[in-house]
């Protein structure tokens, strides 16, 4: 059976199962084969009328459905799989939106042999500029894989990594955008306090992100090399960067990232 003609559940359809949801119908998915659950009533009306799927039950959706994407808060997993699990057939793949969480949590509320495939995607799924990491759980095959894969790479770009690579990719991609928009945000104030209307100001950041972002892209140069292509001797860019570093920025991200990888562990500890 091909991806396109499975009915996929998306389970606890919050912001995450939303983009899901929105990205597998732009890429053409057929809606009738698109099925959520969400806790609130409200919640569910919401997503009938804007995506026109189908919102159900849990149990509906695991009896209905040959995939079941679950997004649900990591700290409502267990209970969720207390009620789900014993009604999952063995051979249904179930892939894991839930921070933090290992596959193996999922695996010892799950049938024996049911193939888990976890996945970290971040918000640019919005505008089809996700990117989204792939690991296989103890039971999940090169066909899984390439399913989950399937699903996500109209979302935007998609990665496979060890399973054990995971808290470091919540942490550097999940959250990634946050630092972003933060800098973009800090960089606007001083724009402004250089004189320039905060409308100028966030139009000049923000392409200068793109274009950068795409420079990094395209071009396979190192980062670095690109800096320094900017960087001219006694100019007025090494006097920035010289602020950054006297100002410990290079540091911060390094705590701030560490921070965020203890923090989805910490939420994996808590889950259980």
């Not at 003609?5 to 119908?25: D, N, Q």
């Not at 899984?144 to 399973?163: N, Q, Y």
């Not at 320094?228 to 991200?253: D, F, K, Q, W, Y």
């Amino acid at each position: 059976m091909s991806a396109g003609v499975r009915t996929v559940a998306v389970i606890g359809a919050g912001k995450i199962g939303e983009l899901m949801l929105s990205g597998l119908l732009r890429s053409g998915w057929p809606v009738d084969r698109l099925l959520a659950t969400a806790r609130r009533p409200a919640r569910a009306e919401e997503l009938t009328a804007r995506y026109g799927v189908r919102v159900v039950d849990n149990l509906t959706a695991v009896d209905e459905a040959d995939v079941l994407a679950v997004s649900v808060k990591p700290q409502d997993a267990a209970v969720l799989l207390d009620e789900i699990g014993p009604k999952v057939p063995g051979g249904k793949l179930v892939i894991s939106l839930c921070a933090g969480l290992p596959s193996s949590f999922f695996s010892r509320r799950l049938p024996e042999g049911t193939p888990v495939v976890r996945v970290m995607t971040n918000t640019p799924a919005l505008v089809d500029e996700a990117m989204t990491a792939i690991s296989a759980g103890a039971h999940a095959t090169g066909e899984h894989l390439a399913l989950a894969e399937e699903m996500f790479k109209p979302l935007g770009s998609t990665i496979r990594v060890p399973e054990s690579q995971q808290d470091a990719v919540t942490a550097l991609s999940g959250s990634g955008p946050a630092y972003f928009y933060l800098l973009v945000e800090a960089m606007t104030d001083a724009g402004i306090l250089l004189g320039l209307p905060r409308q100028v100001a966030h139009d000049l950041i923000v392409q200068t992100a793109i274009g950068s972002a795409v420079m990094l892209r395209d071009s396979g140069e190192h980062p670095v090399k690109l800096r320094e292509a900017v960087t001219s001797p006694a100019g007025t860019t090494i006097s920035a960067v010289r602020e950054l570093e006297n100002h410990g920025v290079r540091a911060a991200l390094l705590a701030a990232l560490e921070a965020a990888r203890d923090r989805a562990r910490e939420l994996a500890a808590q889950a259980e």
